[in-house]
């Protein structure tokens, strides 16, 4: 081989392993970048009951005092839980509800390289354990809002209609008596009338 063909493949070579060493640099940077691996609750998915947390995983450590998240009702109204617990790349992020309805867990994080990723975790509960009720939020079970009407919520009616009937025999019998009064007094007053004529005359 010709000194002019070494060269040629030494500068090939050179050539090939800056390129390779480039593209292993820019691939590092890449995935210093923390992604979103997976959730739990599967965003978008609806559960029977709503769960007392939930947690999202990504492909880089999580810097724990750098994350924000936010919790938001299906009225919009954000909530104020408890804060986040951090395990390596996994935050978990305890919950409370206001209603059935669909949640929104938006989150912000930090990666190592200090790159930002906003994303957000949305579901629907279908019912609420009353003790995951957020403070002022209303029972769930529609006939705890209305109790239902007892025999002593029911007994001062019967009373009242009683006294009713009672009050309404009482001035019948009033009644009746002012009108035996009259009867007899208009006949002792005949009598009397009718002894004193044959005297007069």
């Known amino acids: ?11 090939t070579l050179l050539a090939a ?22 959730t739990d609750p599967e965003d978008g998915s609806t559960l029977d009951t709503a769960p007392a947390s939930v947690s999202a995983t990504f492909s880089e ?25 951090f395990d390596g790349d996994t935050f978990t992020q305890p919950m409370l509800y206001t209603a059935p309805g669909e949640y929104t867990v938006a989150f912000r994080v930090i990666s190592e390289d200090g790159h930002r990723v906003d994303d957000s975790l949305v ?18 079970d529609p006939t705890a809002e209305a109790p239902a009407t007892t025999g002593a919520e029911e007994a001062p ?5 009683e006294e009713d009937e009672s009050n309404t025999g009482a001035a019948l019998a009033m009644i009746l ?8 007094g208009g006949v002792l007053l005949v ?11």
């Open 191 to 201: 009598k009397l009338l009718g002894r004193k004529t044959p005297t007069d005359s």
């Open 1 to 11: 081989m010709s000194q002019g063909s070494l060269r040629l493949a030494v500068k």
């Open 61 to 85: 450590l999580l810097d724990g005092p750098s994350t924000e998240i936010a919790v938001t009702d299906p009225a919009g109204q954000v909530l104020e839980v408890d804060e986040p617990t």
């Open 123 to 140: 579901f629907t509960v279908e019912s609420v354990p009353d003790e995951l009720l957020a403070e002022g939020a209303g029972p769930q």
């Open 17 to 38: 392993g800056c390129g390779a060493a480039l593209a292993v640099a820019t691939a590092s940077s890449a995935s210093a970048h923390a992604a979103l691996v997976g």
């Open 177 to 184: 008596l002012a009108a035996l009064v009259v009867v007899v």
């Open 157 to 161: 009616t019967e009373t009242a209609a």
